[in-house]
T-cell receptor
Framework: TQLLEQSPQFLSIQEGENLTVYCNSSSVFSSLQWYRQEPGEGPVLLVTVVTGGEVKKLKRLTFQFGDARKDSSLHITAAQPGDTGLYLCAARTSGNTPLVFGKGTRLSVIA | ETGVTQSPTHLIKTRGQQVTLRCSSQSGHNTVSWYQQALGQGPQFIFQYYREEENGRGNFPPRFSGLQFPNYSSELNVNALELDDSALYLC???????????FGPGTRLLVL
């Protein structure tokens, strides 16, 4: 059973479009992180959210942590080819537990 | 400041062989975590080392073992390799056990 479910698995869009990807669970998390991973590289941390309802922005990326701290979303405005990659969410159920990853959403932005 | 480095970048082994993967942590980081990322999957936690001691282990058999050295670099050893061990092996270092993890580029292992 996957603790973190990410959707969609694959997404292919045109440059300039907006998109939202989701990370859902039935568990409550103390913190949740979003990473982007490009081919041949390790995941790179984009953001950490810790408070229910928290919204963080990173340029064209907007991250939201659900009120109950069970889910999160990542919204990209005006996607660019440089946004192409595997977007992973990862979470801890408490401060000292291992990081658990979802399977990721593979995004392709076509120029 | 040097980031997390891993060696080798790629490796091909046959079933039953043993392999050692290496990780140099970022300067000042005392914690190293190892993950296995199979094709099409997210990273799965193998174990974590904090100040040379194992500090947590995921659902991996004992043939997966590790070490952390006094300079906080680390090794992952896998014995009796199986085909399903083919994956990208990632290490991540952090300032302390609960701090942000910074990932290396990974070692891609292929078991034939």
């Amino acid at each position: 059973t996957q603790l973190l479910e990410q959707s969609p698995q694959f997404l292919s869009i045109q440059e300039g479009e907006n998109l939202t990807v989701y990370c859902n669970s039935s568990s409550v998390f103390s913190s949740l992180q979003w990473y982007r991973q490009e081919p041949g590289e390790g995941p790179v941390l984009l953001v950490t959210v810790v408070t229910g309802g928290e919204v963080k922005k990173l340029k064209r990326l907007t991250f939201q942590f659900g009120d109950a701290r069970k889910d999160s979303s990542l919204h990209i405005t005006a996607a660019q080819p440089g946004d192409t990659g595997l977007y992973l969410c990862a979470a801890r159920t408490s401060g000292n537990t291992p990081l658990v990853f979802g399977k990721g959403t593979r995004l392709s932005v076509i120029a | 400041e040097t980031g997390v480095t891993q060696s080798p970048t790629h490796l091909i082994k046959t079933r039953g062989q043993q392999v050692t993967l290496r990780c140099s942590s970022q300067s000042g980081h005392n914690t190293v975590s190892w993950y296995q990322q199979a094709l099409g999957q997210g990273p799965q936690f193998i174990f974590q080392y904090y100040r040379e001691e194992e500090n947590g282990r995921g659902n991996f058999p004992p043939r997966f073992s590790g070490l952390q050295f006094p300079n906080y670099s680390s090794e992952l050893n896998v014995n009796a390799l199986e085909l399903d061990d083919s994956a990208l092996y990632l290490c991540a270092s952090s300032l302390d056990r609960r701090e942000t993890q910074y990932f290396g580029p990974g070692t891609r292992l292929l078991v034939l």
